[in-house]
């Protein structure tokens, strides 16, 4: 790759924010390099090109750092255009929609709650559970009809990617078939996506991860 083209993704593999700038560079067709980093131990690189927030994913292009997935987002749909699919829809009216949900899955701290509900027990995780669910009941009325393999499609699937492996340690459900038909079909139908396969982490693998974050929450908690 010619070092005036390059593109590095600086990233964490269990990190839905991560996660949804892969998905965008791989519709787009775009070659980069993946710099795995350590959530507990970031190399100099983040703090060299984050210093204001010091957080993943950073997305590097010709030496310029690019940082938050939702201004990633959309650099990258700016940049690379001609002959590549657009990752927001042409129509300013609904180009305005799925950024609005965009913005509201990221302001109401959708993937921060769902670890909030993970690290949490007792009274604090069933409030922590009716906030999650609450966030989950606006997001299931508010996107209907709102589907475009692309800005909010893979938002909501880096949100829930995790979410049958969190069913699994929590045993609770957090996408019903009955309940939130239109998000579980979504979601599902996402998964479904080859693209989303390769990218997404096994769910073994985020079962075994997610396990020793809740192992780890409690036990801080009872000392």
Known sequence: MEQENKVVLLGMWASPYTKRVELALKLKGISHEYVEEDMFNKSPLVFKYNPAYKRLPVLVHNGNPIVESLIIYEYIDETWKNGRPQILPADPYKRAQVRFWA??????????????????????????????????????????DIYNVGYLDFFICSVFSFRSAMEKVLGIKILDSEKTPLLYSWVTKLNDLALVKE?????????????VVREKALQTCAT
């Not at 989950?136 to 996107?143: F, N």
């Open 103 to 144: 913005s509201f899955i990221h302001q109401q701290q959708t993937v921060e709650t769902m670890v909030t509900v993970l690290k949490s027990g007792g009274e604090a995780q069933e409030k922590d559970i009716n906030k999650m669910l609450e966030i989950i009941k606006v997001l299931e009325e508010g996107v209907k």
């Open 199 to 211: 990218t997404i982490a096994s769910h073994e693998k985020l079962v075994e991860v997610l396990k």
